[in-house]
T-cell receptor, first 113, second 112 residues
Framework: GENVEQHPSTLSVQEGDSAVIKCTYS??????FPWYKQELGKGPQLIID?????GEKKDQRIAVTLNKTAKHFSLHITETQPEDSAVYFC????????????FGRGTQLTVWP | ETGVTQSPTHLIKTRGQQVTLRCSSQ?????VSWYQQALGQGPQFIFQ???????GRGNFPPRFSGLQFPNYSSELNVNALELDDSALYLC???????????FGPGTRLTVL
C-alpha cells in the first residue's frame, strides 16, 4: 500500500516568516494530494489540494508544489500568523479510482507573535 | 464549517462492549469515508461507502462494520471493543468517491 512520510514533525516560526512542510509518497499511482489543518479538538479542515496534472497551486498565502518524478510534495505558508498554529497533515490518494487517503503523521506548526 | 456532523462528541465504553457512531454527510454528497485517528497520529482509513455500498476497506478487522442509509447518513459500528480502539473517529463526506473529502469534527471514543 501507499506510505506517506512527513517532515518535520514540529516547526516553530516567527510571525511573518515562511513555513515549509515536506511529504514523500511511495505509490506512483497516487494522483491526488490534499493538505489538511487540524486545530485542537476539531476535525481536519482542507486547506489546499493538488492533482498530479498540476505542478503547483497557490491560494493567497498558501501554495503546494508537486514533483511526481521524485514523489514528493510540499506545503508553503508565507507571512505566517499566530492563527496558522495547528497540526498540518499531508495525504495521498488515487482520486480517480479509490477514495481512500493515506495520511502523514502530521506537523505541529507554532507561530510565535 | 464543512456541514458534516457527527454524534456523539465523546463516548466512554468498557472493553468488550459495542458502540455505534453516527455521521451526517454534507448535503448532496453520496460518499462517506471513516477514519480512525490515534493520539499524535494521522487519520487511518477504515472504509468507504458510496451510494450505500462498501467501496474499499482498510486494514481493520471485521468487528469494524458500517452502514450508509438512503439519505447518505452513515454509521460506524465496533464490536468487542479493545483498549486500542480508543481514538478519534472521523467521517468525511464527498460529492462522489473521486472527489475532495470534507471531515466532520469527530467522535472521541475512550475504552476503559
Amino acid at each position: 500500500g501507499e506510505n506517506v512520510e512527513q517532515h518535520p514533525s514540529t516547526l516553530s516560526v516567527q510571525e511573518g516568516d515562511s513555513a515549509v512542510i515536506k511529504c514523500t509518497y511511495s505509490d506512483s499511482a497516487s494522483n491526488y494530494f490534499p493538505w489538511y489543518k487540524q486545530e485542537l479538538g476539531k476535525g481536519p479542515q482542507l486547506i489546499i489540494d493538488i492533482r498530479s496534472n498540476v505542478g503547483e497551486k497557490k491560494d493567497q498565502r498558501i501554495a503546494v508544489t508537486l514533483n511526481k518524478t521524485a514523489k514528493h510534495f510540499s506545503l508553503h505558508i508565507t507571512e505566517t500568523q499566530p492563527e496558522d498554529s495547528a497540526v498540518y497533515f499531508c495525504a495521498a490518494g488515487r482520486g480517480s479510482t479509490l477514495g481512500r487517503l493515506y495520511f502523514g503523521r502530521g506537523t505541529q506548526l507554532t507561530v510565535w507573535p | 464549517e464543512t456541514g458534516v456532523t457527527q454524534s456523539p462528541t465523546h463516548l466512554i465504553k468498557t472493553r468488550g462492549q459495542q458502540v455505534t457512531l453516527r455521521c451526517s454527510s454534507q448535503s448532496g454528497h453520496n460518499t462517506v469515508s471513516w477514519y480512525q485517528q490515534a493520539l499524535g497520529q494521522g487519520p487511518q482509513f477504515i472504509f468507504q461507502y458510496y451510494r450505500e455500498e462498501e467501496n474499499g476497506r482498510g486494514n481493520f478487522p471485521p468487528r469494524f462494520s458500517g452502514l450508509q442509509f438512503p439519505n447518505y447518513s452513515s454509521e460506524l459500528n465496533v464490536n468487542a471493543l479493545e483498549l486500542d480502539d480508543s481514538a478519534l473517529y472521523l467521517c468525511a463526506s464527498s460529492l462522489d468517491y473521486t472527489d475532495t473529502q470534507y471531515f466532520g469534527p469527530g467522535t472521541r471514543l475512550t475504552v476503559l
